[in-house]
């Protein structure tokens, strides 16, 4: 018996059915592919790390092991291009300094802010992955965590401050005991819930402060004009989202004057949420979270925000 029409109609259609997915699921591989991977990995400046005491100093030996570790772990990723938390004023002497630490003549504990990641991470895995250097991606801007001074709903704001320097605090001071490794450290740091909690406290939170104030006293370098004290909060969180956004701009910049397809970030860690979310808007952006690289045994020291 010869097949009915409707019968062959309905396997064509089948058919060209699974030809349309297949057809979508390359072009959505394609278009991944066609990103560019960008891990941004926080920091607790290590440079402040310092505080006279021979275990606090990341020079010392074993920091410099541990440091050796971390290193390590973030090679994994093969980043093409590494930036740093230094403004595009300071390119050219970046340069100079990393063409002087190529040739092993660079004493980085001669060097203000030689403890820093900048050099102890950046420049060492820049040289490791035979990179020609570290690319300049910061704004300068200075505003106090702390220049909300009052307001309606201010202990939800406070809590989360809190919150996040009872958690980062005793963290930093095990470090400095040699308590805690460096690498330990830094890998805690960029723990989801970590960053979430940083993030929040400083870009969401804030907002629900209604008629406030700021400290007359308080740092803040960053003029966005008047301050409706009617959103103190949404104020204040404005005042770290306009630095960020510059740096932003400057990421997008760095890399397309130096075309890489994997990019690593450093910055502090209350820089990393608000640059993820905005790398992540961004569809020829990939955003690959540090923790993937950065594993540790010691994620029970966040049991507070876990």
């Not at 390359?26 to 310092?50: C, E, I, K, P």
């Not at 410099?64 to 990723?77: G, I, T, W």
């Not at 992955?129 to 307001?151: F, H, K, M, N």
Request: hydrophobic fraction near 45%; proline fraction near 5%; charge should be positive.
């Amino acid at each position: 018996m010869l097949a009915r029409p409707d019968f062959f109609a309905a396997r064509c259609l089948r058919l060209l059915l699974v030809l349309m997915l297949l057809i979508g699921i390359r072009n959505s591989w394609a278009q991944s592919d066609s990103r560019t991977a960008v891990m941004v990995v926080g920091f607790d400046h290590l440079s402040q790390l310092y505080n006279k005491q021979p275990q606090s100093d990341v020079l010392g030996a074993k920091k410099q092991a541990e440091l050796a570790k971390l290193r390590q772990q973030l090679r994994r990723f093969r980043p093409e291009a590494i930036m740093v938390e230094v403004t595009p004023a300071e390119q050219g002497r970046l340069d100079s300094l990393y063409a002087l630490y190529r040739a092993n003549r660079l004493d980085l504990a001669a060097l203000p802010g030689g403890r820093s990641e900048t050099y102890q991470v950046g420049f060492a895995l820049a040289r490791e992955l035979g990179l020609p250097g570290v690319q300049a991606v910061d704004y300068y801007a200075s505003t106090s965590q702390t220049i909300l001074q009052s307001g309606t709903n201010y202990d939800a704001f406070t809590r989360d401050l809190r919150l996040l320097q009872t958690t980062a605090r005793p963290l930093k001071a095990l470090v400095q005991r040699d308590s805690l490794s460096v690498y330990d450290y830094i890998a805690l740091a960029n723990q989801p819930v970590m960053i979430s909690l940083a993030h929040r406290a400083i870009f969401n939170t804030p907002a629900m402060v209604t008629s406030g104030t700021f400290s007359p006293a308080a740092t803040n370098t960053v003029n966005l004009g008047p301050v409706d004290t009617a959103y103190a909060g949404a104020h204040y969180i404005s005042l770290f989202y306009n630095r960020n956004l510059k740096i932003y701009s400057n990421i997008l910049r760095a890399q397309r004057q130096r075309p890489a397809k994997r990019v690593l970030v450093m910055f502090g860690l209350t820089h990393v949420g608000v640059l993820q979310e905005l790398l992540a808007a961004n569809p020829a952006y990939q955003v690959v979270p540090a923790a993937t690289y950065l594993n540790t045994k010691e994620k029970k020291r966040l049991k507070a925000i876990l």
